[in-house]
C-alpha cells in the first residue's frame, strides 16, 4: 500500500443534534468529505459520510465510503464509475502516525459503498487510512482525519446513583436499629435476609439506571448510505462557509493568523539546477613516492581535516641493491664512530688534566687569602702601636708591604683558576664537534599532508596498502559555499541577465527556501555561461552560496525561482495559508474572536514562500497559517 496525494472536497452537515420531543435519546448529524486521488493506478472518487460529524468515546462511529473511477473517453463517458469488486480494508492511526487497528474490513453494499464501523476508546485525533485494491491487481490508499472527544458526563444517572446509594443505605440503618432488642446470633439472623435484599435492590437499580441512562450520554447513530457525487457547480458553495471554534480549541489546535500585507515577493522563471562544489574547494591526496600507506588514527569519511595537517605517511621499503650499499655505509659508519670515540676519550682526559691544574690553583689561592687576611691584621696593629710610639715607622711600612704581596698573590691565583676554567669549557666544546654518524634505515618515511581545509567525503586506500606514486587516496572537499548552477533555456536568457535576484529550495534541505541576491538573502550570480547545450538548449547559470548548515551535498537536486518580477510591490498570502481542492483555491479568513470564513481567493505570480493575491482579499487580513489541517476537518455552519 501507498500513499497518493488527495484533495479534500469540503464538509457539510446534516441538521445539528437535537433532543426529540417525545425524550428519546438525541440523534446525531453527518459530516462528509472527498478525496481526488491522480496517480500511475489511475483517477479515483472517494466520498466518505461519517456519523456522527464529533465522534465521542464508546460509541460505534460509522465510516460508509463510495469508491469510483474517473474513466475519460470510450463508452464510460467522464462521469466516476463505481467501483464494485474492489476489497477495502481500513487502518486506524493516530495523527503521528502510530498504529491503533490494523487491516479492518469495510461491508460492501453496493453502488460502490462500503462501510465500516470503529468504536474509539480515548478521545484525540485520529486518520482513518482506507486502502483500496481493485479487481485487476492496482491499489492505493488515502486518509481522513478524524477528532474523537469524551463523552459528557449524564447527570441522569449519576443522581439516581446518588438516591439509590441514600435509599440503601437508610434502609440498612433501619433495620440496625430494629434489631437492638435481640443479641448475638439471633440478631444476625434477624439483620441479614432484610441486609441481603437491600443490597440486591441497590445492585438491580444500578443496572437499570446503567441500562436506561448511562452514565454518559449517548445519541442513536442511523445507519447512513454514501453519498452522491456533487454537481460541479456545488464544489464553490461547498468550499466557503464560516466555521467557529473556541477560543480553548483554537488554542489545542495550534491555529495561528498572519495578516495579508503587500510586500515583495521572489517570483518568476522556474527552473532545477545542481549543487557543485566551488573548484578551489575540491582536493586529493597522493603519494609524493611509492610505497606502504599507513593513515592516521581516526581518519575515516567526513573526518575534518585542516590545510597542511599530517593525515599518515608513505613507508618506502629499499630493495637489495639498496640494502647491500645501506650494509656498506653501516660499516664506514661504525669504523668513523671508533675514531669519534677516540677522539672524544682524549678529550675528556685533557679535561681531566685541567681540573686537577684548576684545583691546585684554587688551593693557592686559598692559601693566598689566607696570608693576605694574616697581613692585614699585622698592619692593623702596627698602625696601632705607632700612634702610641711603641713601634718604629718602619714596621709599618714593612706591613704595608706585606699585604700588596699578598693581594697580588691572590690575584695571580684567581686569574689562573679563570683560565683554567675557560680552557676547561672550551675543550669540553670540542666533544660536541665530533658526532657520530647515523646508520641509515631499510625504510624511510614520507608524510601525506591535506592540501585544503574541509572534510574527507572519500578514501580510496587503507592502512598497509602498497601503492604507486600519483595514486589517488583520499579526497577532501569543503562544502561551506557552494555554486548552485542552474539550467536556463536560451529565449529566457534575456530575462535572467536583468536580474540578479533568484531563490532555491531542496529535498535536502526540507523544504526551506533560501534567497539569493535580496537584503535578507546569502549569495550572488557569480556568471552566465557562454555556451548553449546542443542536447538541451540551455545554458548554465552559476550562484555562489553559504551552504545553510552544510546539508547541500555535490549532486544534490535544487529547485531555483530566478525573480523576474523587478521592484513590485504586490499584496501577498503565505503559502501555508492556501488550500486547492478541487481546482478551487480558498484561505480561513479570521472574521472574529471565534469566526473564520472559508473564502475563495485568486492567485497570480508564485514566489518562494508567498503567492500574490489577485482579488478575494484586502490589506490587513488576517489568514490561518497554522491549523488549516483542523479547520479543513470542522463543519462549516
Known amino acids: ?284 591526496v597522493v603519494p609524493p613516492v611509492a610505497g606502504r600507506i599507513v593513515l592516521r588514527a581516526g581518519i575515516t ?91 718604629p715607622r718602619k714596621r709599618v711600612e714593612e706591613a704595608q708591604t706585606a699585604v700588596k704581596v699578598a693581594e697580588q698573590s691572590v690575584a695571580s691565583a684567581e686569574q689562573q683558576v679563570r683560565l683554567l676554567e675557560n680552557q676547561i669549557k672550551q675543550t669540553s666544546a670540542g666533544q660536541n664537534i665530533f658526532r657520530a654518524p647515523r646508520v641509515n634505515q631499510p625504510t624511510r618515511s614520507f608524510p601525506l599532508v591535506s592540501p585544503i581545509t574541509g572534510t574527507v567525503n572519500e578514501i580510496k586506500a587503507t592502512s598497509g596498502q602498497q601503492v604507486e606514486t600519483g595514486t589517488e587516496l583520499l579526497s577532501i572537499s569543503n562544502l561551506s559555499t557552494v555554486l548552485i548552477e542552474a539550467n536556463v533555456f536560451e529565449r529566457d536568457l534575456p530575462l535572467v541577465r536583468e536580474s540578479t535576484r533568484a531563490s532555491f529550495t531542496s529535498s535536502a534541505l526540507s523544504g526551506e527556501v533560501y534567497n539569493i541576491g535580496t537584503a535578507d538573502g546569502d549569495g550572488r550570480l557569480v556568471s552566465i555561461g557562454q555556451t548553449v547545450n546542443a542536447e538541451s538548449r540551455a545554458v548554465p547559470v552559476i550562484y555562489e552560496v553559504k551552504n545553510p548548515l552544510n546539508r547541500l551535498r555535490d549532486g544534490n537536486f535544487v529547485e531555483i525561482t530566478i525573480d523576474t518580477s523587478g521592484d513590485a510591490q504586490v499584496l501577498a498570502v503565505p503559502k501555508s495559508a492556501v488550500v486547492m481542492e478541487q481546482g478551487q483555491t480558498f484561505v480561513y479568513v479570521l472574521t472574529g474572536g471565534e469566526t473564520f470564513e472559508r473564502r475563495l481567493v485568486a492567485l497570480g505570480a508564485e514566489g518562494a514562500d508567498f503567492y500574490e493575491v489577485k482579488s478575494g482579499l484586502k490589506e490587513s487580513d488576517r489568514v490561518v497559517v497554522e491549523g488549516v489541517y483542523q479547520l479543513r476537518t470542522t463543519q462549516p455552519s
Not at 650494509?327 to 668513523?336: F, N, P, T
Not at 685533557?350 to 693557592?364: F, I, K, P, Y
Not at 698592619?379 to 696601632?384: I, K, P, Q
Request: aromatic share 6%; charged share 20%.
Open 1 to 284: 500500500m501507498f500513499s497518493l496525494p488527495v484533495m479534500f472536497y469540503g464538509a457539510s452537515g446534516q441538521e445539528a443534534s437535537k433532543p426529540e420531543a417525545n425524550g428519546a435519546k438525541p440523534t446525531v448529524a453527518s459530516v462528509t468529505a472527498e478525496r481526488n486521488i491522480q496517480s500511475d493506478a489511475g483517477q479515483f472518487v472517494l466520498k466518505l459520510t461519517r456519523t456522527p460529524s464529533d465522534p465521542r468515546t464508546g460509541e460505534a462511529a460509522q465510516f460508509v465510503v463510495s469508491v469510483a473511477e474517473k474513466v475519460e473517453g470510450g463508452f464510460g463517458g467522464s462521469e466516476p464509475a463505481p467501483l464494485e469488486t474492489a476489497i477495502v480494508t481500513a487502518n486506524i492511526t493516530t495523527s503521528g502516525g502510530g498504529n491503533i487497528a490494523a487491516n479492518l474490513p469495510a461491508k460492501h453494499e453496493g453502488g460502490g459503498a462500503y462501510r465500516l464501523e470503529y468504536v474509539f476508546q480515548n478521545a484525540g485525533d485520529y486518520k482513518v487510512v482506507f486502502n483500496v485494491a481493485t479487481g485487476d491487481g492496482r491499489v492505493f490508499s488515502t486518509d481522513f482525519p478524524v477528532t474523537v472527544v469524551k463523552a459528557p458526563m449524564n447527570s441522569t444517572f449519576w443522581l439516581g446513583l446518588a438516591i439509590l446509594s441514600v435509599l440503601t443505605l437508610g434502609a440498612l440503618g433501619f433495620i440496625f436499629v430494629k434489631s437492638k432488642g435481640a443479641e448475638g446470633n439471633g440478631r444476625l439472623r434477624r439483620i441479614a435476609p432484610f441486609a441481603l435484599a437491600a443490597i440486591l435492590f441497590f445492585a438491580l437499580g444500578t443496572v437499570a439506571l446503567a441500562y436506561f441512562a448511562p452514565p454518559r450520554q449517548s445519541r442513536v447513530i442511523t445507519a447512513q448510505a454514501a453519498i452522491e457525487t456533487a454537481p460541479t457547480a456545488e464544489i464553490a458553495d461547498a468550499l466557503t462557509g464560516t466555521v467557529s471554534i473556541p477560543k480553548e480549541s483554537q488554542i489545542l489546535f495550534g491555529i495561528k493568523t498572519q495578516p495579508v500585507e503587500v510586500r515583495q515577493i521572489t517570483s518568476g522563471l522556474k527552473v532545477t539546477g545542481t549543487v557543485r562544489a566551488r573548484p578551489d574547494a575540491r582536493a586529493v
Open 301 to 391: 569519511i567526513g573526518s575534518a581535516v585542516g590545510r597542511g595537517e599530517q593525515i599518515g605517511t608513505v613507508e618506502q621499503i629499499l630493495d637489495v641493491s639498496g640494502q647491500t650499499e645501506l650494509e656498506s655505509q653501516r660499516l664506514e659508519v661504525e669504523a668513523q664512530q671508533r675514531d669519534v670515540e677516540a677522539k672524544r676519550l682524549e678529550i675528556r682526559n685533557t679535561v681531566l688534566q685541567l681540573q686537577g691544574q684548576q684545583a691546585e690553583q684554587r688551593a693557592n689561592a686559598s692559601q693566598a687569602g689566607t696570608q693576605l687576611a694574616q697581613a692585614q691584621r699585622e698592619l692593623r696593629r702596627s698602625e696601632n702601636l705607632l700612634e702610641v710610639g711603641a713601634v
